[in-house]
């Protein structure tokens, strides 16, 4: 009995030692990951979550400060890093020249805004209009944007991005100028087309949705947005009910634009501030903007916003990415039923 009795007394004594143990060192949890997880890069800046502190560190240093705002498993965020911010010329850009808070745009952390106003992540990302993530802002020494990437950029955008901040042209030159110089003159002038295009170079009338999309020749970016994202019948339908324009947006060939005065098609993108090519820009039956795609998207983010203009669920859902969230479980749910060719299934390495 009193053997029986000692180990059943040294069995517990292990036991509480063992639970001890585990509160001091606990068993780490295991994570949930997919495909596009990703960590920030440990040079961010470390922040107190002062915008306007941080700005003027910057500044005070002769840096630029940019907020990249993100949200977790974002395929675009995951891009930028692991593509963009691991080259050697953009780091060293961003190392000599940038400094980088990032901000999570459904987070709850404090946040002191350019102007010191206390905030939150998610209510200043609502407050700047973040619609796509990763976006990119870069403010000067008074705290105004001067330059803002909406979405994923390849690495040679956002190299041209950067020289544009970091030596400061945008106080002599607006930046669709700017690209306007780094424009390399094309051999034919062709841009590709898709067979449901509009040919038309009058804007003026509006009988349904419409999308223009404006592109430019020798431009990687646009063929990857063809090949990629165009191509695939699940993406083409649902330019079903829009009429497409594509326009090359530094032609100087005329168009009317949709307040009916005679212009070009150069002076219309200038006009609505284009940045980046290819650009889709949605208007509704009236001629008012509704929403931009002005990044790399593939086909799951394209069908999207395509769906939220051409279903109108814009006027329910102003946050296009809330209805991102509520269209992927929606699919999700759908199981292999809802699985069409994408993206990835025809172009991997994207």
């Not at 961010?44 to 915008?51: P, R």
């Not at 544009?164 to 390399?184: E, N, W």
């Not at 094309?186 to 592109?215: C, H, I």
Request: aromatic share 10%; glycine share 4%.
């Amino acid at each position: 009995m009193r053997t029986v009795a000692s180990i059943i007394i040294c069995l517990l004594i292990t036991l509480s030692m063992a639970r001890a143990q585990e509160t001091i060192n606990p068993e780490p949890e295991q994570q949930t990951t997919t495909f596009d997880s990703f960590e920030l890069p440990n040079w961010f800046k470390s922040s107190f979550l002062d915008l306007s502190e941080d700005n003027h560190e910057s500044h005070e240093s002769n840096r630029h400060l940019m907020v990249m705002f993100f949200q977790q498993f974002c395929t675009y965020c995951k891009a930028t890093i692991e593509k963009n911010l691991t080259q050697k010329s953009i780091r060293k850009q961003f190392s000599d020249h940038v400094d980088v808070v990032a901000l999570n745009i459904w987070g709850d952390r404090e946040v002191s805004d350019l102007k010191g106003r206390e905030t939150t992540e998610k209510e200043i990302a609502r407050a700047l209009g973040v619609q796509f993530t990763p976006t990119l802002i870069f403010f000067d020494q008074d705290g105004q944007s001067v330059l803002r990437l909406n979405g994923y950029v390849s690495p040679p955008e956002m190299k041209i991005a950067l020289n544009y901040v970091t030596t400061k042209t945008y106080k002599k030159q607006s930046i669709f100028d700017y690209l306007g110089t780094q424009k390399i003159p094309s051999n034919n002038g062709l841009l590709k087309t898709e067979p449901f295009f509009t040919t038309t170079s009058d804007l003026s009338t509006f009988s349904q949705p419409r999308a223009v999309l404006f592109e430019q020749t020798d431009c990687p970016d646009c063929d990857t947005f063809h090949r990629c994202v165009l191509a695939l019948d699940s993406v083409r339908e649902r330019f079903t009910p829009f009429e497409t324009i594509q326009l090359d947006l530094w032609s100087k060939e005329p168009i009317t634009a949709p307040n009916g005065e005679l212009t070009t098609a150069r002076d219309y993108a200038k006009d609505l501030n284009i940045t980046y090519a290819p650009s889709l820009i949605f208007f509704d039956e009236q001629g008012h903007e509704i929403i931009r795609v002005d990044s790399q998207l593939r086909s799951f983010h394209t069908e999207a916003v395509l769906e939220y203009v051409a279903d109108a669920v814009y006027l329910r859902e102003p946050n296009f990415q809330r209805y991102i969230e509520e269209r992927g479980d929606r699919i999700r749910a759908q199981g292999d039923q809802g699985r069409t060719l994408g993206t990835r299934d025809i172009c991997p390495d994207l």
